[in-house]
């Protein structure tokens, strides 16, 4: 068998189509807003977040980068995040991780409104999740892949997703969703004993571990449906997690790296950020204070 390869970038631009479409229906002085925090100088970082800028405005989103300095106290960048909180022109904050390691990540990330919180990562938006509530902003990058995984029509519901890694960005979301999407779930990480074993049950394989071309051949069965999140830069080239040329002649279906799973992060993130508006608009003036989702 050969797997069928899902195109990443091609279901990226037609949600990008669409939402562009949408955007361009709303009065030109009320465009949603996504806020990004930078802080400090790693270069992916920086890289990233200029993709996302000059994405978002291709839809018409408007993109504030606000770029601060690796010494900003954690004061200081929660004054920063408390404004934004209360900015009615700002749709949806998010911070790009890493941050530096003097700044408590969580106490940040805690800090945005939960109506903002267009990359899903405050404990709010995760217990959502966990409830299996819509309402819930969704991590950008599981989204995508459970939109690819959705794509295939293959039907979710009993299959068994194996699932590489166990940050609370990739991994722990992306077992979230796909046990709300009835699969039988298991999460492995660094430690899991014996991880060829384990794959090798998988109708679904989701790698986000960031180990370049790991998983072989020999790990998977025949048909399985893989979804490969790494991204690792090797001698200037970028490598999946999994051995694509071999993998791909067992697979069904398969995403290729890149152009698979990266593409979608930012169009879900901007998909996040049009509903985080719509939100907004429909409970406008919402309430300004900060972690508080009532409408009072
Ligand atoms: P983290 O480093 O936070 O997490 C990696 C996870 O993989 C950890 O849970 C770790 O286990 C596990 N792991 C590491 N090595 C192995 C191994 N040999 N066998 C099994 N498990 C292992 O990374 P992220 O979750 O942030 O990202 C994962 C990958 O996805 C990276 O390559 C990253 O670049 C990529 N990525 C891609 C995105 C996209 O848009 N396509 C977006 C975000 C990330 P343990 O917990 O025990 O340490």
Known sequence: MTAQIIDGKTAARN?????????SLLPSDNRPTLAVILVGDDEASHIYVRNKQKKALSVGIDCRVIELSSSIGENALLSIIEELNEDNKVNGIIVQLPLPRTIDEFKIISAINPYKDVDGFTPYNTGLNVYNRCEAFISATPLGVLRLLQSTNVNLSGKHAVIIGRSNIVGKPMS???LNCDCTVTITHS???NLPAITRTADILVS???QPRM???SWVKDGVIVMDIGITRVDGKIYGDVDFDEVKEKASFITPVPG???PMT?????SNTYNAFLRNYVHQPHCHHHNCCCHH
Not at 266 to 270: F, N, Q, S, T
């Open 15 to 23: 949600l990008c189509d669409e939402l562009r479409a949408k955007i």
């Open 176 to 178: 979230r969703l796909l």
């Open 191 to 193: 430690l899991s004993e």
């Open 208 to 210: 986000a571990c960031g």
């Open 215 to 217: 998983i072989k051949s």
């Open 260 to 262: 698979g799973v990266g």
């Open 266 to 270: 930012i169009a879900c993130l901007l």
